[in-house]
C-alpha cells in the first residue's frame, strides 16, 4: 500500500458542486500539504499543516478550505467548484522542516 | 520576490548523450536545493538535498551541484527510463517549499 494516499484519483463534477479530496499516510509525518499542479505553473502550495491543530494558507488558498482530522489524514474541500480549479491535487508529507517531501499518487479533477 | 527558475523547459536526449538541467534561485537566506523527479502520472519523488555552494549529491546517473546561484543536475550516459520532469525547489519563509516548473527529459534509445 502507498505511504500517502488520495481519494478520489479522477473525479469530473460541475460547476458550483461542493468536492472533497481526501488524503491520508501511514508514515507518521507531522506535516501535510496540498499543492495543485497546472502545466506550465509548476506545483503551488494551496495550504499546509504542521500539526492537528495547525493550519496555514498556502500561495493559492482562495476558494478552498482544508480539515485536519488526525495527524494521518487531511482534507481538501472545494466548496463550489468553478472550472479554473480544473487541475492536478498532490497531497505531501513531510517529518520536520526537511524540505523532503512524500507526495501522494495525485487526484485529477475537472470541473465542467 | 523568492523565485526558482528551471531551463531548458524540455530536453530531448539521444541514449548515451549527456548533458544538464538547470535551476536557478533568488531565494534570501537559501536553507536548502531540492531536486525531484515525476514521472507521468506520479506525484514527484525526492532525490537529493543541497545546503552549500560547492556540495555535490549522485545517484546512479544524476549528479546534483549547486553554487551561490544555480543549481545543475548533470545526467551521464542518460538511459530512456531517465526520462520524466525534474523539478528543484527551495525553502520560502522557512517552511514552505517553491517549486520550479521543470524540465521535461526525454531519452530516446
Known amino acids: 500500500d502507498a505511504d500517502v494516499t488520495q481519494t478520489p484519483r479522477n473525479r469530473i463534477t460541475k460547476t458550483g458542486k461542493r468536492i472533497m479530496l481526501e488524503c491520508s499516510q501511514t508514515?507518521?509525518?507531522?506535516?501535510m500539504y496540498w499543492y495543485r499542479q497546472d502545466p506550465g505553473l509548476g506545483l503551488r502550495l494551496i495550504y499546509y499543516s504542521f500539526d492537528v491543530k495547525d493550519i496555514n494558507k498556502g500561495e493559492i488558498s482562495d476558494g478552498y478550505s482544508v480539515s485536519r482530522q488526525a495527524q494521518a489524514k487531511f482534507s481538501l474541500s472545494l466548496e463550489s467548484a468553478i472550472p479554473n480549479q480544473t487541475a492536478l491535487y498532490f497531497c505531501a508529507t513531510s517529518r520536520g522542516n526537511t524540505g523532503e517531501l512524500f507526495f501522494g499518487e495525485g487526484s485529477r479533477l475537472t470541473v465542467l | 520576490e523568492d523565485q526558482v527558475t528551471q531551463s531548458p523547459e524540455a530536453l530531448r536526449l539521444q541514449e548515451g548523450e549527456s548533458s544538464s538541467l538547470n535551476c536557478s534561485y533568488t531565494?534570501?537566506?537559501?536553507?536548502?536545493l531540492f531536486w525531484y523527479r515525476q514521472d507521468p502520472g506520479k506525484g514527484p519523488e525526492f532525490l537529493f538535498t543541497l545546503y552549500s555552494a560547492g556540495e555535490e549529491k549522485e545517484k546512479e546517473r544524476l549528479k546534483a551541484t549547486l553554487t551561490k546561484k544555480e543549481s545543475f543536475l548533470h545526467i551521464t550516459a542518460p538511459k530512456p527510463e531517465d526520462s520524466a520532469t525534474y523539478l528543484c525547489a527551495a525553502p520560502h519563509n522557512t517552511d514552505k517549499l517553491i517549486f520550479g516548473t521543470g524540465t521535461r527529459l526525454q531519452v530516446f534509445p
Open positions: 508514515k507518521g509525518h507531522d506535516r
Open positions: 531565494v534570501s537566506g537559501l536553507r536548502g
